[in-house]
């Protein structure tokens, strides 16, 4: 058979996985119309979420296209630092939203913003938080609009812009049904990924020999990953951990308060834990979900060292989010492939969704029935979302026909805008008995503009972003607290 004709038999095969998949997808995802009645319903579930369904709900968000495509590719390319860069600071992260599960369940929440409202008695500092939160997620569901475009276009053979327009209808599908919708097809979505992960790792281990060979084989390599890339590897970068100073180790730490500290204060999975039906469950769910999340990853790296050392370098690709594709349809081809490439665009919608509901949620909730309209009626509520849900969507699918170069260091920054501004005044109002609604505001805005000022920079120095924020952040938060709290005595005792 010509080479033409090989490339055809696969487009079919994986057409014929796809169109298995959307069937799935549709049919798990109307389910969240029949029970979505008011926005308790719409956002959060009813509060009503079993262990299984959190687990689930929780791993599919978490584990998108920056795990699936960025983490892959970037070990690829730098090697084992890049767990010290994403993996860990995650994890620890999580470890973070264990912490402050119990304390976020004793506030009668919808969204994360509206824990500002109840802790430091302000509309404004939830409208503000509402507003950040729906531009915020809109830039971040470009991510997985890219992830799913980069698969879709690689195996089936179609244009991008086609391909992207594919995940568009699908995420707007299965968030009008709001978490209800989300969370079934979530099950669905995550047993995809784990199964491609799990695949996918198989066939290197078999291609390349076993770990160990992967390890003596990696230490030898000494090119390009791909054309345009910046560094060439040194030998023994691969297993480096700072991959011969190519990810310096200031970049390394600071990294931690972008992807570590950013993900403890997002809203995506705060909601998760308020989602779940009672304190126990929540806690539950984050452990068993880092224990599955740390499988999933160790199988990424396998899966990023091993495609180098089958091949060192990829001439027909620009970017690591391209690796993975790349790897399963033209170098390690089998009749797992199929499989392998549902579950790399199952990461990409089962975090997209959760993400279009969270950005209208920032709007309808926190902004409009907040500050405009609060005795808008259930009905009329969730066709607004579903409108602004459409809006935010078609937004995101404008941005991502030019979207950024790597998925994963561009998702670095939009957790880095967390951590700078949400972090502190959802900690410490959490745990801060003398925490004060002006420190709140204050230093949202300093977080804010440090983060700001270092984004404009343009990464001139190996400092991630948020590090200053989030200093900034902290000490004006504490600063004005403090000085406030002082005051206030100094009132009372005269």
């Known amino acids: 058979?010509?080479?033409?004709?090989?490339?055809?038999?696969?487009?079919?095969?994986?057409?014929?996985?796809?169109?298995?998949?959307?069937?799935?997808?549709?049919?798990?995802?109307?389910?969240?119309?029949?029970?979505?009645?008011?926005?308790?319903?719409?956002?959060?579930?009813?509060?009503?979420?079993?262990?299984?369904?959190?687990?689930?709900?929780?791993?599919?968000?978490?584990?998108?296209?920056?795990?699936?495509?960025?983490?892959?590719?970037?070990?690829?390319?730098?090697?084992?630092?890049?767990?010290?860069?994403?993996?860990?600071?995650?994890?620890l992260g999580a470890v973070l939203l264990m912490v402050m599960s119990g304390k976020i369940r004793e506030y009668d929440i919808m969204t994360l913003p509206e824990f500002f409202y109840y802790r430091y008695d302000s509309r404004f500092l939830q409208a503000l938080g509402g507003g950040a939160v729906s531009v915020i997620y809109t830039l971040y569901i470009v991510i997985q609009i890219r992830g799913f475009g980069i698969v879709m276009s690689e195996l089936l053979d179609i244009s991008y812009m086609f391909a992207i327009v594919l995940i568009y209808l699908f995420i707007i599908y299965t968030t009008f049904g709001g978490l209800y919708s989300v969370s079934k097809s979530h099950r669905l979505n995550f047993m995809l990924v784990v199964l491609g992960v799990v695949l996918a790792a198989f066939v290197v281990l078999k291609e390349t020999g076993g770990i160990y060979s992967i390890y003596e084989n990696s230490m030898m390599i000494n090119t390009r990953p791909?054309?345009?890339?910046?560094?060439?590897?040194?030998?023994?970068?691969?297993?480096?951990?700072?991959?011969?100073?190519?990810?310096?180790?200031?970049?390394?730490?600071?990294?931690?308060?972008?992807?570590?500290?950013?993900?403890?204060?997002?809203?995506?999975?705060?909601?998760?834990?308020?989602?779940?039906?009672?304190?126990?469950?929540?806690?539950?769910?984050?452990?068993?979900?880092?224990?599955?999340?740390?499988?999933?990853?160790?199988?990424?790296?396998?899966?990023?060292?091993?495609?180098?050392?089958?091949?060192?370098?990829?001439?027909?690709?620009?970017?690591?989010?391209?690796?993975?594709?790349?790897?399963?349809?033209?170098?390690?081809?089998?009749?797992?492939?199929?499989?392998?490439?549902?579950?790399?665009?199952?990461?990409s919608i089962s975090s997209a969704d959760s993400q279009l509901l969270i950005a209208s949620s920032g709007f309808t909730y926190d902004i409009y029935k907040n500050l405009i309209n609060n005795s808008i009626d259930d009905d009329r509520f969730l066709n607004l979302n579903r409108a602004f849900i459409f809006a935010v969507g078609t937004a995101a699918l404008l941005l991502a026909i030019k979207p950024p170069d790597s998925l994963l260091i561009y998702g670095g920054y939009?957790?880095?805008?967390?951590?700078?501004?949400?972090?502190?005044?959802?900690?410490?109002?959490?745990?801060?008995?003398?925490?004060?609604?002006?420190?709140?505001?204050?230093?949202?805005?300093?977080?804010?503009?440090?983060?700001?000022?270092?984004?404009?920079?343009?990464?001139?120095?190996?400092?991630?972003?948020?590090?200053?924020?989030?200093?900034?952040?902290?000490?004006?938060?504490?600063?004005?607290?403090?000085?406030l709290n002082m005051k206030r005595r100094g009132v009372d005792e005269a």
């Open 1 to 91: 058979m010509d080479r033409r004709g090989e490339k055809m038999n696969k487009s079919i095969i994986y057409l014929s996985y796809f169109a298995i998949y959307t069937l799935l997808l549709l049919f798990f995802g109307k389910s969240g119309f029949k029970v979505t009645n008011n926005a308790r319903d719409y956002f959060v579930a009813g509060n009503s979420l079993g262990l299984a369904s959190s687990i689930f709900s929780f791993c599919a968000t978490w584990f998108s296209a920056a795990s699936m495509q960025g983490v892959t590719g970037t070990v690829y390319a730098y090697g084992i630092s890049t767990v010290l860069y994403s993996i860990v600071p995650w994890l």
């Open 226 to 347: 791909f054309p345009g890339f910046l560094h060439v590897t040194e030998e023994g970068g691969m297993v480096h951990l700072s991959a011969k100073g190519q990810m310096p180790p200031l970049l390394l730490f600071t990294s931690f308060f972008g992807w570590g500290l950013g993900l403890s204060s997002t809203p995506q999975y705060a909601i998760r834990i308020v989602a779940a039906k009672d304190d126990m469950t929540a806690k539950k769910m984050i452990f068993y979900s880092l224990i599955a999340l740390i499988l999933l990853y160790t199988g990424l790296v396998i899966i990023g060292m091993g495609g180098r050392t089958i091949i060192p370098s990829i001439d027909s690709i620009r970017s690591v989010d391209e690796v993975f594709p790349h790897l399963i349809n033209n170098v390690l081809y089998s009749p797992l492939s199929g499989l392998i490439f549902i579950g790399i665009i199952a990461a």
């Open 414 to 483: 939009i957790w880095g805008f967390f951590s700078s501004t949400f972090l502190i005044p959802l900690y410490g109002g959490l745990f801060w008995k003398k925490s004060e609604k002006e420190a709140a505001v204050a230093s949202f805005a300093a977080g804010l503009l440090a983060f700001g000022v270092m984004m404009l920079r343009g990464g001139k120095d190996m400092i991630h972003p948020s590090f200053p924020g989030v200093i900034a952040s902290a000490i004006t938060f504490f600063s004005v607290s403090a000085f």
